[in-house]
């Protein structure tokens, strides 16, 4: 038996599946909010394997903070052009001086590393966009202390203290509609994209279950130089609502309605029309932590974590951690064990003290009708038990960027 | 009856207030999130009355994406300094530019104006932060659309349509929990603060209960020129401590334990002393949304949105409405009807219909054990389609500064 | 006699004061060009005083590079309004950690001191212009080495080494025009403007002699709040312009014509009237080195140095020494020495030998008829001489504001 | 005869060229001045061309005001790094929306323009900086004013009118020295950097003439990448020693010495070794006219104007182009007409007349001792009138970019 504070409790209200009406959001990777989000995570990647690569350890840092400023388009059917760029800022702090504890002293280039991780990331995430022209990267690094941060090193061995009084929470299983949001997203950004170039990376999905009948709502962005004239527009629209109905039908019996770019006007010639294929080149700005959790979705019906996930060293940086383990347990669990019909843990860290003993670990069960959480209680506390021993699994996971973080 | 689609619904789930584990936490209005949220609402605020002075309607404009830069002091007892300036980034569009249908042509001052906003906001909240050497401000407002947005003039007669399919959800009653950490914030940033100089308006604080007893962590940033040296950093932590276990004492029977800077090693001089009074001097950044919900606090254990209600324009940017109008919608019903132990709502949005004919407004009610729902259901259901009449009022109150939305 | 090596020759050219044509121009202190080099100048002042407290001698720094851009302005009579802020950027390094030799470590607040110049400067200068909301000043000052830059300590003896191959010029007298054109700008904005709040600070002075005349352009921002209207601004106009003919019949012999404010058009209502009193309000950019020379003008018949004299340090830098040093050299010259009608001399550094051991010092009369020039060669080498061994007085006297820069 | 007021005197001050003590400098292309000269003015050209293809006429713009604050870099034999990035901020003004007579509307994406000019700019000079990460371009160029700036159009009739009181002026022949100290840098840049990559483009060039020797400095930034170690940063001084004092030798017959990184300390390991080619990796700041004159040189002997020349538009800007004619002026003169020692002109231009027609062309002639002003004043005059009656070729010609300007 394990000495780590878990508890395990059966709640009576029903899974989100049975509620009467359930909202589920995505962000695609092209949104403004997804865009800081993943700039902010691949910053954070690359300066944890900087640190890694000449110290051996990953040094203090975070760069949660991304901001983007929207630019200023004027798109075109056949191609239309940036006006004003788009500014993003990256906002952190990073350890630039280190002197180790055998006197070699290290210069970090962190905010070159930075720039450099961020021109890819959007250069992967948004071709279209021109890097320079249309979008302009800037850095506010400021220094962190210095101190040793970890003990994160080759070895990996040691857990590292919490740096802050925080919590996280995961769920499973997805509902129908959480899964058809999230891979109608992937989906519409993998494969479909791949085969429809006009369709931009920045596609939101707003799903809507009211009892057996779901609403999907898509705002995608349509990409300028693909696209002749009105006429090949609508056709890009009409194939995109056929695609997700397809999808989403592949994944529920309800009832599915869906809806594309339901606030064009055709007639004054108002569509969703752009250039480089995300929102942020006209009007929408952007920052860190506004958009999915780190499971990906935005789910109104289930409590959610404030914490920004993106960008936060994993090492000891408590928010992240647990959010990401959190859902990893609660993965861990449904899978492994039968029975369950929705499951949520809540991981709540005490400053100072060990990141595989939180607190407490707070388990809410909803049980299949004819299963006693008694039954199951102790498959349960084991794996809870055994993923919060491999706490610094997650570390790892995130650095060689395994793991999903919006 | 309303023609509006109000769903009321009751539900088994044990209310917040009866649940076993519960975690709030409020981030004072020094803390960086804090001083963002504060920052966007106060330049939306100032661009609302600038457009309503000056054109007699309220344009497009949304500031809610300030970003703040953490800069770097040196405090020391009996008076630091700031070293490197903290650095404040307004960003979002507003209209520069606008035709009224008269043909009168309006400029206007929007840069300026929110400059001033953000100066004034800072000197009332961050007295001991000095303008322009201390924390520079700059400014990236993109110019809006131009379209006449609303109606909201001087008769605020019509009511908009949506910008956007989105929601908001209210809570009401506070539990014994919530009330003491937001009271605890506003206590001290108030009255305890006029009377004690040294405590510094970043006061975090960190609520857990667990059954029938409540943890309540401070952070209280201290600032060093009210205090001469270590002792009186000392007194000065007791003394909150003091102050905060009185004051919870007065909000509950339950048992209640308080920490005051935990993190503080007296040995090693590690403790929260600030030369301003806000941790954004050293190292902790921000941004708007990451903090407090509209409802000034951050409860897990509640459904939240995930919407930064500050800076949105209060007119038609339905994220901010519904958030607080839920709120308002939550607090009647609880204040008007009796034997409601947990009351919540959700407002859906539906984009391009009226904000006062949402997709769907579902109430879900936990009642006191001896009433039932069908009881008090038309009571709910007039004052929602009430205060769903009434919306324009939350667009009001929010001009003129009577609505918290953080 | 000395060991320097101080050459002096007679030329034979037109002293500039008998050459048929002259052009002399000065930007005012509110000029955009001339803000730069007055902030890069306080700035400047502002650390070496901040090294001089702290650490007790000047460690290395550079802030000759400030950058302003224009803002947007809607200047009305009767008072209007800046509509979006002029940005001003300072540039440069600056030592911001020290170690002394005896293991004392300094922290030097070397960004919230710069900005404090800058805004005590602005204020003194341009006091209609609101700090912080008509005007951003940011600040990017690298960090400079932090090697020991100088021995101007406290006792201020030894003799720094040049920094740098480069040199200055000087010359004496100033000719009737530039003589006008400096006390014009000086007057206008000393005790006209006292007298007359509607004279902005941008006031620049264009002389042109051709022969015996001259003529005055002058271009003088008015300030919108004290006119009330276009006679009020006619009358502004003709008081400055019968000002300097007043003042310049006290300084000539010569005919002089003024002319304020030619490109004015009354009639499409296209005149200089500004909310601050400064043009960088409207479109006019500015940076530092770009305007009057270190004696205050910019004069085309004399040769000039184009080294930017002002922000850069005074102790160790020698195009900014030996400018300001030339022309204290010419000045002594012809103060002391009768029958100079023109001198000129010019100092050109070494790198790495002490300043006060100029590579050569070079100097060129125009002797008055009656006078040859071995008759006053010793005595002008004497001069020289004792002035080239006072250098490090030039640096005192820039700390402390005793000389100007441009 | 012209009516242009065109003045010729003879003056019998000595030749430059016959002068005693000469000083001449050159920044090379890739000092940071001289890079923020090249920006601003590629920055032009590609905005005279975008509104000329967008247009058919150039619109109202500036940006001569580039700055470039310089990065940290740690630099290391056979490839160091940039540690933190080079910022360059673009400034000025530019007409980004434009309504033509005909009622067609513009909106000119000069942000865009204007960054990409940059890039290329930088890609093509200095070509180890690697764009985004190693440097980072942010722009702010005001809205200009819209009006109708030029009639430069398709046909390039019309003259404009001078935009300002403003003087140019020009020099030919080229003394020994300025032509060594020119063609030394271009050639270093030219052909010896094709063959000896390991020479960066930041070679700045020092000619001092004493009688008849010349000493030239030569400071060469050596890019760590091409050379494995000291011995090899040896040899290249060496080489780049070697190639100058041959090229200077086929120039002149007066004896040479050349120094190279005279500063170098291979003792103390300070050496001139920079990882991009440029000091603006390291602490060096640069802006916009803090360099070369318009013909290259920066030349003490001779008068000059402060005025910058890049980055000005060429239609109207009279700074600009009257430095530019000036030049092309004596060239002329020296070239077409014999007898000639020394020839400066000087044009003054007036305010709102037109460019072709300047207030007073001044040309002062030093002829050859057996040549008389007498017998080529018609001669001169006759050059003067036909390039003044010419003016508007320089506008095409910096359009094309066939003309120097720094």
Known sequence: MSDRNIRI???DRRAVEDQEVEIVERKGIGHPDSLCDGIAENVSRA????YLDRVGEVLHYNTDETQLAAGNAAPAFGGGEVVEPIYILLVGRATKQYEADDGTEY????DSVALSAARDYLAETVPELEFGTDVVVDVRLGEGSGDLQTVFGEDGAAVPMANDTSFGVGHAPLTETERIVLETEEYLNGPYADDNPELGPDVKIMGKREGDHIDLTVAAAM???????MEAYKDAVASVREAVTDLAASYTDRSVGVEVNTADDYEDGAIYLTTTGTSAEQGDDGSVGRGNRSNGLITPNRPMSMEATSGKNPVNHIGKIYNLLSTRIAEAVVDEVPG???????L??????????PHVADAFVVTDDDVALSDIEADIDAIV?????AVTDVTR?????DLRTF
Chains 1, 2, 3, 4 share one sequence.
Do not use: K
């Open 348 to 357: 709540l860290s005490q400053i100072g003290r060990p990141i595989d003993q």
């Open 397 to 401: 996971d995130v650095i060689e960027g």
């Open 340 to 346: 369950i019909r929705d499951f949520r843990v809540r």
């Open 107 to 110: 210069t970090l280039p962190v």
């Open 385 to 389: 038990d055994r993923e919060l021993a």
């Open 223 to 229: 990409i300028d130089r693909y696209l002749d004239g």
């Open 9 to 11: 409790e059966s709640v």
């Open 47 to 50: 300066l944890s394997n900087l």
